[in-house]
C-alpha cells in the first residue's frame, strides 16, 4: 500500500476512532473526507484501476455493513466509516480490515455481556435475532432492545474497534 494511503487510512481511523470514543458518533464530514481522498489517491496513484480499486473497496465494505444497518444493528456512522476505509483499502485489504474488527468486535463484546452478567441473555437475543430474519421479520419488532439506537441495548462504540484493527494492521505493515 502507499505511504499517501497508510496516511489517510492512518489519519481517518485514528479521528473516526476517537470521536466514536468520546461522542458514540462518527461524523458524516469525516467519512466524506476519507472516501473522497481514498477515491482520489487511488484513482492519482493508478488511473483507471486505483478508481476500480476504491469502488470495490467501497462496494464491499457497503455490501457487507448496509445490512447490519438496515437490520438496526449497526449505526449508519460505522457503515459510512468502513466504506471510507475500504475506498482507501481496496477490497483486499478491507477483507483483512473486517475480518480484524469482526473478532475484536467478538472479543469485546463477549467480554462486556460477561462482565455486565448477560450471557445468558446475550445468547436468547442471538436466537430471536436468527428466528426473526430467518422468518423475514426484522428483529427489532420482536424486541425493541435488539435495535442498536435503543437505549436498553448493550452497544460498543463499534468504530473505535474498527480504528484499533486498522491501526494495528498498519503497525504491522509499517514493520
Same mark, same amino acid.
Given at each position: 500500500?502507499?505511504?499517501?494511503?497508510? @496516511?489517510?487510512? !492512518?489519519?481517518?481511523?485514528?479521528?473516526?476512532g476517537w470521536?466514536d470514543?468520546?461522542?458514540?458518533?462518527?461524523?458524516?464530514?469525516?467519512?466524506?473526507s476519507?472516501?473522497i481522498l481514498g &477515491?482520489g489517491?487511488?484513482i492519482?496513484l493508478?488511473?483507471?484501476?486505483?478508481?476500480?480499486?476504491?469502488l470495490?473497496?467501497?462496494?464491499?465494505?457497503?455490501?457487507?455493513?448496509?445490512?447490519?444497518?438496515?437490520?438496526?444493528?449497526?449505526?449508519?456512522g460505522?457503515v459510512?466509516f468502513m @466504506?471510507a476505509i475500504?475506498a482507501?483499502?481496496?477490497?483486499e485489504?478491507?477483507l483483512?480490515?473486517?475480518?480484524?474488527?469482526?473478532?475484536?468486535g467478538?472479543?469485546?463484546?463477549?467480554c462486556? &455481556?460477561a &462482565?455486565?452478567?448477560?450471557l445468558? &441473555?446475550? !445468547?436468547?437475543?442471538?436466537?430471536?435475532i436468527t428466528?426473526?430474519?430467518?422468518?423475514g421479520?426484522?428483529?427489532?419488532?420482536?424486541?425493541?432492545?435488539?435495535d442498536?439506537?435503543?437505549?436498553?441495548? @448493550?452497544?460498543l462504540?463499534?468504530?473505535?474497534?474498527?480504528?484499533i484493527?486498522v491501526?494495528t494492521w498498519?503497525?504491522f505493515?509499517?514493520?
Amino acid at each position: 500500500m502507499p505511504l499517501i494511503l497508510k @496516511v489517510t487510512l !492512518f489519519a481517518l481511523a485514528l479521528a473516526g476512532g476517537w470521536s466514536d470514543l468520546r461522542t458514540r458518533k462518527i461524523p458524516n464530514w469525516l467519512n466524506l473526507s476519507g472516501l473522497i481522498l481514498g &477515491v482520489g489517491f487511488n484513482i492519482s496513484l493508478s488511473a483507471s484501476q486505483g478508481l476500480k480499486t476504491a469502488l470495490l473497496g467501497l462496494g464491499l465494505a457497503a455490501l457487507i455493513y448496509l445490512p447490519l444497518y438496515l437490520i438496526r444493528a449497526m449505526g449508519a456512522g460505522d457503515v459510512k466509516f468502513m @466504506v471510507a476505509i475500504g475506498a482507501i483499502s481496496g477490497p483486499e485489504n478491507w477483507l483483512t480490515l473486517f475480518l480484524m474488527s469482526a473478532v475484536l468486535g467478538g472479543i469485546a463484546s463477549l467480554c462486556l &455481556v460477561a &462482565v455486565r452478567g448477560r450471557l445468558y &441473555v446475550t !445468547f436468547s437475543n442471538l436466537s430471536t435475532i436468527t428466528t426473526e430474519l430467518l422468518h423475514g421479520r426484522m428483529p427489532y419488532h420482536k424486541d425493541p432492545s435488539l435495535d442498536v439506537s435503543n437505549e436498553r441495548a @448493550v452497544g460498543l462504540p463499534h468504530g473505535s474497534l474498527i480504528a484499533i484493527s486498522v491501526l494495528t494492521w498498519l503497525a504491522f505493515l509499517c514493520r
